[in-house]
T-cell receptor, first 114, second 111 residues
Framework: DTAVSQTPKYLVTQMGNDKSIKCEQN?????MYWYKQDSKKFLKIMFS???????INETVPNRFSPKSPDKAHLNLHINSLELGDSAVYFC?????????????FGPGTRLTVL | RKEVEQDPGPFNVPEGATVAFNCTYS??????FFWYRQDCRKEPKLLMS???SGNEDGRFTAQLNRASQYISLLIRDSKLSDSATYLC????????????FGQGTELSVKP
C-alpha cells in the first residue's frame, strides 16, 4: 500500500539519451511535486502540479518536461541527458498547494548518467 | 545568504545525550516551518511541524522565533535510531506551496 511510488528506483544511462521517471500517489492529494537532490544533499523543487495544472516551474533546463495525465500521476521526462543530471529525483504529494501541510515523498529514483 | 541555513554537522553524540539543531531562514514572509528526517538513501519524512508557541512530540521539541527568523530542534535522550539527517524546511511565503529545504544536519548516535 505504497502512498507515493516511483519507477524506476535506479536508472543508469548514457549521455544524450532520453528517459522518463513515473510517479503515482494513492493518497487522493491534489498537488504533486518533483524534487532533485544532488550529491551535496540539497533538495530543490523543480516542478509542482495542482490538479494537473503546473503551478511551480523553477529554473530548470527545458530538457526536463513534466506531465500530469491526472492528479494521481506526475511523470518526468528528460531529454538529452547530461552528466550533471545525475542525482536522486523525488516525487512528492500534498493535500493542498499552499505549502502549509505535509508533503509525502516517494522513495526516489537514483539517476546516473555515464 | 542561503534561504535556509543549517549547521551540516556531523553531530556525533552518545546514546542518552541531548542534542540541539539550529536553523535560520531569510524570508520574513514565510508562514510554515517543518523539521523533516532523512535516513541514508531514503526519502525525507516529516518529523514535526513547528508552531509559533513551540511544540513537543515525545523526546522532540521544536521552537520558532519569528523575530530572529530562527528555528530549533531539541532531541532528548538520544537513541541509536535517531541517527539520520534532519532537514529544516520553510515555505516560500509569497510562493505558496514552494518549500525551501536546508542542506540538513547529520546526526550520528553512538552506543
Amino acid at each position: 500500500d505504497t502512498a507515493v511510488s516511483q519507477t524506476p528506483k535506479y536508472l543508469v544511462t548514457q549521455m544524450g539519451n532520453d528517459k522518463s521517471i513515473k510517479c503515482e500517489q494513492n493518497l487522493g492529494h491534489d498537488t504533486m511535486y518533483w524534487y532533485k537532490q544532488d550529491s551535496k544533499k540539497f533538495l530543490k523543487i523543480m516542478f509542482s502540479y495542482n490538479n494537473k495544472e503546473l503551478i511551480i516551474n523553477e529554473t530548470v533546463p527545458n530538457r526536463f518536461s513534466p506531465k500530469s495525465p491526472d492528479k494521481a500521476h506526475l511523470n518526468l521526462h528528460i531529454n538529452s541527458l547530461e552528466l550533471g543530471d545525475s542525482a536522486v529525483y523525488f516525487c512528492a504529494s500534498s493535500p493542498l498547494a499552499l505549502g502549509l501541510d505535509t508533503q509525502y515523498f516517494g522513495p526516489g529514483t537514483r539517476l546516473t548518467v555515464l | 545568504r542561503k534561504e535556509v541555513e543549517q549547521d551540516p554537522g556531523p553531530f556525533n553524540v552518545p546514546e542518552g545525550a541531548t542534542v540541539a539543531f539550529n536553523c535560520t531562514y531569510s524570508n520574513s514572509a514565510s508562514q510554515s516551518f517543518f523539521w523533516y528526517r532523512q535516513d541514508c538513501r531514503k526519502e525525507p519524512k516529516l518529523l514535526m511541524s513547528v508552531y509559533s508557541s513551540g511544540n513537543e512530540d515525545g523526546r522532540f521539541t521544536a521552537q520558532l522565533n519569528r523575530a530572529s527568523q530562527y528555528i530549533s530542534l531539541l532531541i532528548r535522550d538520544s537513541k541509536l535510531s535517531d541517527s539520520a539527517t534532519y532537514l529544516c524546511v520553510v515555505n516560500k511565503g509569497n510562493q505558496g506551496g514552494k518549500l525551501i529545504f536546508g542542506q540538513g544536519t547529520e546526526l550520528s548516535v553512538k552506543p
